[in-house]
């Protein structure tokens, strides 16, 4: 019989070629990504207890303003009158103290030289009547004299003492009352220029010419020089975030540019039955490109690890937790726990280092299987 029954041997299959990289010990610096939306560093409310009318406002909604800019001015004749009369009055005060202090002076120094005569004349009466030459009547007359002298005396020192000097006393108080009320008008005067205490806008005016501003709210404005990037998050992902940690951020209403920013705090959420936690970035926006309200996405920074890494591409499964090795030219599965990953490389616990690992993932090879495997 012809051999034409023999079976004929299948032909065998090439090693697929595959692309791999060693498993390296390395340093990830991972972050996560967030969105939320961009917000004012801090909303200022201008009011005023003076109560004049303005005069003026020089800003509108919308309008961009800068730290000590004017933003109102009240009218301040009534409150410019009363000054001039403080003023006046205080100048007064101190040419007053000035005699009072001069003339409680010389009333010691008159009522000294009062006393020392009546008790010179005490004593030459004294002896005059030891001689005979006077009565007893006129020494204690004399006597009499001397006591009323010393008690002017005394009084004279506690009217100069109670004066006080040009720095203390009961006449340096009446200047520093007579002061005290110009400076208050000063003060009132001062108000009346209600100027812009941050870097903003305006974003509510509440007051027109000719109006009194009584006790409401006249400006908002909101502070932009910085903003908050506030990103929603959830427990398990702000585990990692810490305060100063580096944020990057885009917004799509601000094309082709990218900011910086460092991470504030963690807000939690505002009731128990929220899971909703709020990162609060600084973000500095001196040209004001960012506006209240935006849309931003941004990637806070998270600890950094080192150990030894593979391609984030490299993954078999969208839990991260296999990859495909080559050993020699035979294809195997490793099973490996993810730590940690950055956009690049995730650090993984189970695989040797320099183990070779196939860098696509997606790649139809089999456990098993023969493959050339090439860097």
Same mark, same amino acid.
């Given at each position: 019989m012809l051999s034409g029954c023999a079976k004929k041997q299948a032909a065998t299959a090439p090693p697929q070629p595959v692309q791999v990289t060693a498993a390296t010990v390395r340093t990830v610096h991972p972050g996560l990504n967030l969105s939320g939306l961009i917000a004012p560093l801090q909303n200022v409310a201008l009011s005023t207890e003076l109560q004049e009318p303005a005069d003026a406002v020089y800003v509108n909604e919308g309008d961009a303003v800068h730290r000590g800019q004017l933003l109102a001015k009240l009218n301040t004749a009534d409150l410019s009158a009363s000054l001039s009369q403080a003023q006046a009055h205080l100048e007064q005060t101190r040419y007053q103290a000035?005699? @009072?202090?001069?003339?409680?002076?010389?009333? =010691?120094? !008159?009522?000294? !030289?009062?006393?020392?005569?009546?008790?010179?004349?005490? %004593?030459? *009466?004294?002896?005059?009547?030891?001689?005979?030459?006077?009565?007893?009547?006129?020494?204690?007359?004399?006597?009499? *004299?001397?006591? =009323? +002298?010393?008690? +002017?005396?005394? %009084? +004279?020192?506690?009217? $100069?003492?109670?004066?006080?000097?040009?720095? $203390?006393?009961?006449?340096? $108080?009446?200047?520093? %009352? @007579?002061? !005290? +009320? =110009?400076?208050?008008? %000063? @003060?009132?005067? $001062?108000? @009346?220029?209600?100027?812009?205490?941050?870097?903003?806008?305006?974003?509510?005016?509440?007051?027109?010419?000719?109006e009194y501003p009584g006790t409401r709210q006249l400006f908002t404005l909101q502070q932009v020089s910085q903003v908050y990037a506030e990103l929603n998050a959830y427990g398990a992902q702000i585990a990692g975030i810490r305060a100063g940690s580096r944020a990057t951020l885009v917004a799509p209403a601000v094309p082709h540019r990218t900011f910086t920013g460092t991470v504030y705090s963690i807000l939690s959420p505002s009731t128990p039955s929220t899971s909703g936690f709020v990162v609060k970035v600084v973000v500095p926006n001196g040209d004001g490109a960012l506006r209240p309200g935006m849309n931003v996405t941004g990637n806070v920074g998270l600890p950094s690890q080192t150990g030894v890494t593979v391609p984030v591409t490299a993954f078999l499964d969208d839990t991260h937790q296999t990859v495909m090795t080559v050993d020699g030219d035979t294809a195997h599965i490793a099973n490996v726990n993810e730590v940690i990953e950055d956009s690049h490389y995730a650090v993984v616990t189970g695989l040797p280092a320099n183990a070779q690992v196939v860098t696509n993932g997606s790649t139809n090879v089999t456990d098993g299987q023969k493959v050339v495997a090439s860097l």
């Open positions: 000035t005699l @009072a202090l001069s003339q409680g002076n010389d009333q =010691v120094v !008159a009522a000294q !030289a009062a006393l020392d005569n009546a008790r010179a004349n005490l %004593q030459r *009466d004294e002896q005059l009547l030891k001689q005979g030459y006077i009565s007893i009547q006129t020494v204690e007359q004399q006597r009499t *004299d001397t006591t =009323v +002298a010393q008690t +002017a005396l005394a %009084q +004279a020192k506690e009217n $100069a003492q109670a004066n006080g000097t040009k720095n $203390a006393g009961l006449q340096q $108080a009446n200047i520093e %009352q @007579a002061a !005290a +009320a =110009v400076q208050q008008l %000063q @003060a009132q005067i $001062a108000k @009346a220029a209600i100027t812009s205490p941050v870097d903003g806008i305006v974003v509510n005016r509440n007051l027109n010419p000719g």
